[in-house]
T-cell receptor, first 112, second 115 residues
Framework: SQQGEEDPQALSIQEGENATMNCSYKTSINNLQWYRQNSGRGLVHLILIRSNEREKHSGRLRVTLDTSKKSSSLLITASRAADTASYFCATLLSGGSYIPTFGRGTSLIVHP | AAGVIQSPRHLIKEKRETATLKCYPIPRHDTVYWYQQGPGQDPQFLISFYEKMQSDKGSIPDRFSAQQFSDYHSELNMSSLELGDSALYFC??????????????FGQGTRLTVV
């Protein structure tokens, strides 16, 4: 069953614009991680946010976590063509399975 | 820094053949995960190992088996291959110390094509 569900499924923007992707999940988590995947390539770990954190920054990335709404968002500021990729969130469930569980990704296209 | 190494990167097999995928985790990581990602799909968890023992089992078909060896590398064995097994297979590793804070690091994947 899907734990994380990304929204939107596809996003197309111009270089320089900001891109926001959302992820919702169903059960309590220890942490939530965002990954990037270039077409047919490996998953690159972007950022981890713990369940007791609300916001985290890394370079042009900003991640928020709202455990009351069971949702997270990934904001990429000043996007670049090289940001074109699929983005996935993965949750690590609390009190049980210790397996990063992925939802459907968001496909981001940044036009130069 | 050392990353998760998977081999081979690409593999083409015929139906009903057998395939073996290998994964070398990051040094000192104690947990290995295997995932399958079909075209346009999200990664689906197959199986994991913690300290060389099977830890969790996901949607791994009975035709598949996996193990983790004394040097912590892991192999995914796939028999009686079917066309639907064509996918990208990822291995990931993590360290369970600091359980709530663990990041999983993924390899580049093995692209298996069954013809």
């Amino acid at each position: 069953s899907q734990q994380g569900e990304e929204d939107p499924q596809a996003l197309s923007i111009q270089e320089g614009e900001n891109a926001t992707m959302n992820c919702s999940y169903k059960t309590s988590i220890n942490n939530l991680q965002w990954y990037r995947q270039n077409s047919g390539r490996g998953l690159v770990h972007l950022i981890l946010i713990r369940s007791n954190e609300r916001e985290k920054h890394s370079g042009r990335l900003r991640v928020t976590l709202d455990t009351s709404k069971k949702s997270s968002s990934l904001l990429i500021t000043a996007s670049r063509a090289a940001d074109t990729a699929s983005y996935f969130c993965a949750t690590l469930l609390s009190g049980g399975s210790y397996i990063p569980t992925f939802g459907r990704g968001t496909s981001l296209i940044v036009h130069p | 820094a050392a990353g998760v190494i998977q081999s081979p990167r690409h593999l083409i097999k015929e139906k009903r053949e057998t395939a073996t995928l290998k994964c070398y985790p990051i040094p000192r990581h104690d947990t290995v995960y295997w995932y399958q990602q079909g075209p346009g799909q999200d990664p689906q968890f197959l199986i994991s190992f913690y300290e060389k023992m099977q830890s969790d089992k996901g949607s791994i078909p009975d035709r598949f088996s996996a193990q983790q060896f004394s040097d912590y590398h892991s192999e995914l064995n796939m028999s009686s291959l079917e066309l639907g097994d064509s996918a990208l297979y990822f291995c990931a590793s993590s360290s369970r110390q600091g359980r709530g804070d663990t990041e999983a690091f993924f390899g580049q994947g093995t692209r298996l094509t069954v013809v």
